[in-house]
């Protein structure tokens, strides 16, 4: 079974430019999260879908992050207009969990995307 | 709302020495407790987990981790490392609760198996 896929893996841009990363999840999940983990700290929730609706985006930075999943499979996060803050690793992870599922679903997390704002 | 403290940022240890990675949560409701691996540019990768039932839950590569409810922790433990345990280990708490699975994480602890 292929894993969670995340793209690009390295990206190197200057501030006040505009990037977008691309996830793809293991098929049938779906779930779908993005996490920011800057050095030094755990990663933090972003954004989580359920297929394609926002069940949680309470820690998103709204006034420049944004993210979709139109077709409840792939997800792209945006960053416009970039800060050096924002230099981090952007993990995309999905579970299987469907509508009406209880109990513990494990979360699968993709190798990451490493962001440097110069 | 939940948090995980992590008070060892790194931890050097010796090829085949015991090792002990600290873990403390804080949570008004009941929890799922996890620990996760972090090898060099890979993603995270689930160690084990504790759900419910036995407070003693142990990884495939030899790895424990003791649920203690009245100290709020939940320590991962191995007996003898090797040089492959070299990696980042993160702590996170999730509510045990049917209509969330958020995961709260620490800021880690690297794990260094020295020679």
């Known amino acids: 079974e292929a894993g969670v896929a995340q793209s690009p893996r390295y990206k190197i841009i200057e501030k006040r430019q505009s990037v977008a990363f691309w996830c793809n999840p293991i098929?049938?999940?779906?779930?779908l999260y993005w996490y920011q983990q800057i050095l030094g700290q755990g990663p933090k929730l972003l954004i989580q879908?359920?297929?394609?609706?926002?069940?949680?985006d309470s820690q998103l930075p709204k006034d420049r992050f944004s993210a979709e999943r139109l077709k409840g499979v792939d997800s792209t996060l945006k960053i416009q207009p970039a800060k050096l803050e924002d230099s981090a690793v952007y993990l995309c992870?999905?579970?299987?969990?469907?509508?009406?599922?209880?109990?513990?679903?494990?979360?699968?997390f993709g190798p990451g995307t490493r962001l440097t704002v110069l | 709302a939940q948090s995980v403290t992590q008070l060892d940022s790194q931890v050097p240890v010796f090829e085949e020495a015991p090792v002990e990675l600290r873990c403390n949560y804080s949570?008004?409701?009941?929890?799922?407790l996890f620990w996760y691996v972090q090898y060099p540019n890979q993603g995270l990768q689930l160690l084990l987990k504790?759900?419910?039932?036995?407070?003693l839950v142990e990884s495939i590569n030899g790895f424990e981790a003791e649920f203690n409810k009245s100290q709020t922790s939940f320590h991962l433990r191995k007996p003898s490392v090797h040089i492959s345990d070299t990696a980042e280990y993160f702590c996170?708490?999730?509510?045990?609760?049917?209509?969330?699975?958020?995961?709260?994480f620490g800021t880690g602890t690297r794990l260094q198996v020295f020679p």
């Open positions: 992870a999905s579970m299987v969990r469907l509508a009406g599922d209880v109990g513990y679903n494990e979360q699968f």
């Open positions: 098929s049938g999940h779906a779930t």
């Open positions: 879908f359920q297929n394609n609706g926002v069940v949680d």
């Open positions: 949570s008004s409701v009941s929890v799922y």
């Open positions: 504790y759900l419910s039932g036995s407070t």
């Open positions: 996170a708490v999730s509510a045990a609760s049917y209509n969330t699975d958020k995961l709260i």
